[in-house]
């Protein structure tokens, strides 16, 4: 769950409107005599008007050194060994968290998020149009689907059970399509 808080924190959104005002807010948008104004201006001051600040507190500025200071490393095991050395609570989950999820898709996630700095939105899609077609041909794809999704155990008996067994060569192969790499 990302909270309004730390999506403003993030600069992911530049105002808040709590979602109680949304109809009226439109009400006011259709009563508007837009001809003959500056539509920018006064739909700013419209906005303006039903924002407000989220009443639920953020994480994200209190975690957001330790994000920076683990996820800063160029590997998965790297940033587990620092999350490991951390005590603190954030630490701790967050480190459960990732072990709980694929291997495959943890390095694949971060070589795709590695690779994409300073490309295109086209090229990045690309890339990830390529990742798409690559999962599906994976089976730890479909069984972290059967596990949350269908039988909803949460339980997945992944094909790579440890970040050691899938390799940064198998890691590579996901970003071929037809024997190319994209954009790197």
């Known amino acids: 769950l990302i909270r309004a808080a730390d999506v403003l924190y993030a600069d992911a959104a530049d105002l808040y409107m709590d979602s109680s005002k ?22 700013t001051r419209l906005v ?7 009443s639920e507190t953020g994480i994200l500025a209190t975690t957001h050194n330790k994000i920076d200071k683990h996820f800063s490393k160029e590997n998965v095991e790297e940033i587990i060994k620092s ?3 951390d005590p603190s609570e954030f630490a701790m989950e967050t480190k459960q ?10 390095k694949i ?20 149009l390529i990742l798409a077609k690559n999962f599906m041909l994976h089976t730890d794809f479909f069984e972290g689907v059967r596990s949350v999704v269908i039988d909803k ?11 050691a067994d899938f390799s940064d060569e198998d890691t590579a192969k996901f970003f071929y399509d037809n024997g190319r790499i994209p954009f790197y």
Not at 48 to 54: A, G, I, L, T, Y
Not at 111 to 124: P, Y
């Open 22 to 43: 949304l109809s009226e807010f439109i009400n006011r948008v259709e009563q508007i005599e837009w001809h003959g104004q500056d539509v920018k201006a006064a739909l």
């Open 48 to 54: 303006k008007v039903f924002s407000s600040q989220p």
């Open 83 to 85: 999350l490991e050395k």
């Open 153 to 163: 155990d949460h339980t997945p008996q992944y094909t790579y059970k440890t970040l």
């Open 97 to 106: 968290l990732l072990l709980s999820k694929s291997p495959s898709s943890l």
């Open 109 to 128: 996630t971060l070589k795709q998020l590695l690779n994409g700095e300073g490309r295109t939105i086209e090229e990045c899609l690309a890339t990830g």
